[in-house]
């Protein structure tokens, strides 16, 4: 958009624009609903200061703060019990202050940032905008609103107001759907979507895809699109609620919530709201009745039967039964577990494209749906195309990031086959848009081409231009294409990634540590000593930094008997977290998604950390009767040293009591900051909010250190609880036994674990060398191994993927 004249304020955003990693240091969210509430959270997670401001209640008397706030506050109490938890932490809920609309607009009208966020209605939006408008100031204004167009929110508005706006619209639950979809109006100015963008993407770690203003965007057109089609098919073809959530689910690249537990969670009122706005707006769209909501909608938003809020929608919870809503009836009734060859054939498929492939190949009726539903979303997102948006890559991410798709349309589509997919389409009846068959014919055959340079997207009107991406996002796989892999094995590799700077990828299973993964630690810290600064553990999988150890090879060597293989494992485990910790280059962890056990110790072994914002680590081995055996129980009684005074005589058991009964829980962060309330992470460590920046924040992290002059620390004597205090710990566990809230198993291994963070026999207060814990580890390690009951539990993993109690 083009600026307009000169102004005080321009001049002021012209700054700004160029300096777009300055972030604000207040925002203000008017609406304590649950996404502003939630919004207000996500920045507080940020480290912005949030005025979050809602409507006094109106029999709140003038000078009473506590009565005329209580609606923001009640927000806000909603926002800190809110499960998944809003907050990263609780600490960071002191960041947010509350007021009302009434009193306190001139405040917000002060900050940095404005986000609206208030009930979707036309009218109520326009007044607030009026008042602010009225109040002055420079602050960027934008709206969350889910589809009203900004040409009416903007009616009245004057030119300075306009300029300054745009809709920056979140998706529910904010911190963790990626997407963020900003509009622009006519009016809005440069400086104002740079802000926009600034604040949303490098502040919020959100993903950001270019919307036009049309109704419902991007995400909410083409998502309520493919789930109305599905819901219209199920109720004509005869499909059961479970088995549209199982072909539109997994096996076609959709989330587990597929499309009528997504329902279930967004609420059936919203879903009713986005299509009927869709139905009512889309005047010229040539499929408009999908839109248009169906009598069962209808009478379930009149029953009340909204989905998790009210408790039933198209499933319900009785007892510990999940029933499923039939759709001729509208009567509940049991799950059945359908089978058909087409799903059984994505089974243990990793790949998601080879899903899709094998998914849409089959002759049966889920096939059948799989392809009705996915060929006419790919033909509508295609029409679309111009219209909503721009570029096929923001069509794609706005599904991805904002509805959990695997895969977007086009995505979908280049994974099928465009050409072959194009004739399937119109032998079904389907009218594929002339500019498709055009490029096809053209010979441009895929809407995305990915070379070494990076990936390109096909243009509407022909030729390939790039996509957009962060700069400073890393790319292990353009790297690699690059030539810049210097060692792979099996499961890991190390690439240069220039400067000096190594990273070494995990790139196994779920990346479990096994042997081929710890030779590639050894020899990644070798290497970076030998030729290079700085080596960044860290791989750009979607869900898994390290999900554990691969227990595979574990029940066969039990099972021979070959102990001293075990032992071999464990000790080669524990060697090579020294390494990290020891090396003589700096050593930086990458972690997010899943760290556990294993993935932990490998974060706990490294010197430094950058983690990204959302990361669910633990010490999980207990699940499988084990114990922390690649130096987590030697890291943790560190850490206790660390905390406690240099004194013989300090009862280190009141700081042991916690990270014991973290590990003989197998507790999980929910959050980066949780781990370091937890005592994971340290207060050096740093946090990404973007997952996508993580390698790049983190390789910046280890080139700093490196010129500043790295040394490696010298070996821990690290002081102990001693046996007194495992014998405390053992009788608790004794305790928890007798009434039943652990098995006599969960006691055992509880002692082992008490044994090795206790330091083993030694009296309290004893100083013990690092190796004399790792000892300890591995001793309670082979010592479990023993047991038949750990076995159990180990096998149980292996084939069930969840934890025994037994």
């Known amino acids: 958009m083009a600026p307009g004249p000169a102004s005080g304020y321009r001049a002021t955003m012209a700054k700004a624009t160029d300096q777009t990693q300055g972030h604000p240091s207040s925002v203000a969210v008017l609406g304590a609903g649950v996404m502003g509430a939630a919004i207000a959270a996500h920045l507080a997670n940020a480290g912005v200061r949030v005025l979050l401001l809602d409507v006094p209640p109106k029999d709140a008397p003038a000078g009473d703060p506590r009565a005329r706030n209580r609606i923001a506050a009640?927000?806000?109490?909603?926002?800190?019990?809110?499960?998944?938890?809003?907050?990263?932490?609780?600490?960071?809920?002191?960041?947010?202050?509350?007021?009302?609309?009434?009193?306190?607009?001139?405040?917000?009208?002060?900050?940095?940032?404005?986000?609206?966020?208030?009930?979707?209605?036309?009218?109520?939006?326009?007044?607030?905008?009026?008042?602010?408008?009225?109040?002055?100031?420079?602050?960027?204004?934008?709206?969350n609103t889910s589809g009203l167009p900004i040409r009416d929110l903007m009616a009245g508005r004057g030119p300075d107001f306009r300029r300054r706006f745009c809709i920056t619209h979140f998706f529910n639950p904010p911190r963790y759907l990626k997407l963020v979809e900003i509009v622009a109006g006519p009016d809005t100015s440069a400086a104002t979507l740079a802000r926009a963008e600034s604040v949303c993407g490098r502040l919020l770690g959100k993903g950001l895809v270019r919307a036009k203003d049309t109704p419902n965007f991007i995400a909410n057109r083409i998502g309520t699109f493919a789930m109305m089609r599905a819901l219209d098919i199920a109720?004509?073809?005869?499909?059961?609620?479970?088995?549209?959530?199982?072909?539109?689910?997994?096996?076609?690249?959709?989330?587990?919530?597929?499309?009528?537990?997504?329902?279930?969670?967004?609420?059936?009122?919203?879903?009713?709201?986005?299509?009927?706005?869709?139905?009512?707006?889309?005047?010229?769209?040539?499929?408009?009745?999908?839109?248009?909501?169906?009598?069962?909608?209808?009478?379930?938003?009149?029953?009340?039967?909204?989905?998790?809020?009210?408790?039933?929608?198209?499933?319900?919870?009785?007892?510990?039964?999940?029933?499923?809503?039939?759709?001729?009836?509208?009567?509940?009734?049991?799950?059945?577990?359908?089978?058909?060859?087409?799903?059984?054939?994505?089974?243990?498929?990793?790949?998601?494209?080879?899903?899709?492939?094998?998914?849409?190949?089959?002759?049966?009726?889920?096939?059948?749906l799989a392809r009705a539903v996915l060929f006419e979303t790919m033909v509508y997102s295609a029409t679309r195309l111009g219209e909503i948006a721009d570029e096929v890559v923001d069509i794609d991410r706005a599904l991805r990031w904002g509805f959990g798709w695997d895969?977007?349309?086009?995505?979908?589509?280049?994974?099928?086959?465009?050409?072959?997919?194009?004739?399937?389409?119109?032998?079904?009846?389907?009218?594929?848009?002339?500019?498709?068959?055009?490029?096809?014919?053209?010979?441009?055959?895929?809407?995305?081409?990915?070379?070494?340079?990076?990936?390109?997207?096909?243009?509407?009107?022909?030729?390939y231009g790039e996509v957009r991406a962060d700069a400073r996002a890393i790319s292990?796989?353009?790297?690699?294409?690059?030539?810049?892999?210097?060692?792979?094995?099996?499961?890991?590799?190390?690439?240069?990634?220039?400067?000096?700077?190594?990273?070494?990828?995990?790139?196994?299973?779920?990346?479990?540590?096994?042997?081929?993964?710890?030779?590639?630690?050894?020899?990644?810290?070798?290497?970076?000593?030998?030729?290079?600064?700085?080596?960044?553990?860290?791989?750009?999988?979607?869900?898994?930094?390290?999900?554990?150890?691969?227990?595979?090879?574990?029940?066969?060597?039990?099972?021979?008997?070959?102990?001293?293989?075990?032992?071999?494992?464990?000790?080669?485990?524990?060697?090579?977290?020294?390494?990290?910790?020891?090396a003589r280059v700096p050593v930086v962890a990458a972690p997010f998604g899943l760290a556990l056990g294993g993935?932990?110790?490998?974060?706990?072994?490294?010197?430094?950390?950058?983690?990204?914002?959302?990361?669910?680590?633990?010490?999980?081995?207990?699940?499988?009767?084990?114990?922390?055996?690649?130096?987590?129980?030697?890291?943790?009684?560190?850490?206790?040293?660390?905390?406690?005074?240099?004194?013989?005589?300090?009862?280190?058991?009141?700081?042991?009591?916690?990270?014991?009964?973290?590990?003989?829980t197998a507790k999980v962060s929910t959050s980066a900051e949780e781990a370091r309330d937890l005592g994971f992470l340290r207060a050096q460590d740093t946090v990404s909010m973007a997952r996508e920046t993580l390698l790049s924040d983190a390789r910046e992290v280890a080139l700093g250190l490196a010129r500043a002059g790295w040394r490696p620390p010298p070996p821990r004597r690290i002081r102990v609880a001693g046996e007194a205090a495992a014998a405390t710990l053992r009788a608790t566990l004794h305790s928890l036994t007798e009434v039943h809230k652990i098995s006599e198993h969960d006691e055992k291994v509880g002692a082992q674990l008490a044994r090795v963070l206790t330091g083993g026999s030694v009296p309290a207060g004893a100083v013990v060398t690092e190796q004399a814990l790792l000892e300890l580890e591995r001793e309670a390690f082979l010592s479990l191994c023993g047991e038949d009951k750990t076995r159990a539990r180990i096998q149980h993993m292996l084939t069930a993927g969840k934890p025994l109690r037994n």
């Open 74 to 143: 009640d927000g806000l109490e909603r926002a800190r019990r809110a499960r998944p938890a809003a907050f990263f932490s609780p600490r960071f809920d002191a960041l947010v202050r509350v007021g009302n609309l009434e009193d306190d607009l001139a405040a917000a009208a002060g900050c940095d940032m404005i986000i609206e966020a208030v009930i979707e209605n036309l009218a109520i939006k326009q007044n607030l905008y009026g008042r602010l408008e009225a109040l002055g100031g420079e602050a960027v204004v934008t709206s």
């Open 476 to 582: 292990l796989d353009a790297l690699r294409a690059q030539g810049k892999e210097v060692e792979r094995n099996g499961s890991a590799s190390l690439l240069d990634s220039g400067d000096g700077v190594f990273i070494l990828e995990f790139h196994a299973k779920m990346n479990a540590i096994d042997p081929d993964i710890v030779a590639m630690i050894n020899g990644g810290v070798e290497r970076a000593e030998r030729e290079g600064t700085a080596l960044v553990i860290g791989n750009d999988a979607p869900d898994a930094f390290c999900a554990g150890a691969n227990l595979f090879g574990l029940p066969v060597a039990l099972g021979q008997g070959n102990y001293e293989a075990v032992r071999q494992m464990v000790a080669a485990f524990q060697e090579a977290m020294l390494r990290t910790r020891y």
């Open 235 to 368: 109720v004509k073809e005869g499909y059961t609620v479970e088995e549209v959530d199982m072909v539109l689910g997994p096996a076609t690249g959709r989330p587990r919530s597929a499309v009528f537990r997504t329902a279930d969670v967004v609420g059936l009122d919203t879903l009713v709201h986005v299509s009927e706005n869709c139905h009512q707006a889309l005047v010229d769209d040539e499929r408009r009745e999908v839109f248009a909501v169906p009598p069962i909608l209808t009478e379930m938003v009149k029953r009340k039967w909204l989905g998790a809020k009210t408790g039933q929608g198209f499933y319900k919870k009785q007892g510990d039964e999940i029933l499923q809503l039939d759709l001729k009836t509208l009567e509940y009734g049991p799950l059945r577990k359908p089978r058909f060859p087409s799903i059984g054939a994505t089974k243990g498929v990793d790949d998601v494209d080879e899903r899709l492939r094998r998914m849409l190949a089959g002759d049966d009726r889920a096939a059948a």
């Open 407 to 463: 895969r977007g349309p086009f995505e979908t589509w280049d994974a099928l086959g465009v050409a072959a997919t194009a004739a399937k389409m119109e032998a079904a009846g389907l009218a594929v848009p002339a500019w498709v068959k055009a490029r096809v014919a053209a010979g441009e055959d895929s809407f995305y081409r990915r070379a070494p340079a990076g990936v390109s997207q096909l243009r509407k009107t022909g030729g």
């Open 599 to 664: 993935g932990a110790e490998v974060v706990l072994g490294c010197q430094n950390v950058r983690a990204a914002a959302e990361l669910y680590l633990g010490l999980v081995e207990v699940g499988v009767g084990l114990v922390p055996a690649g130096g987590g129980c030697m890291e943790i009684a560190a850490r206790v040293s660390a905390r406690a005074p240099d004194d013989p005589g300090f009862d280190l058991l009141g700081l042991l009591k916690g990270p014991f009964e973290m590990a003989a």
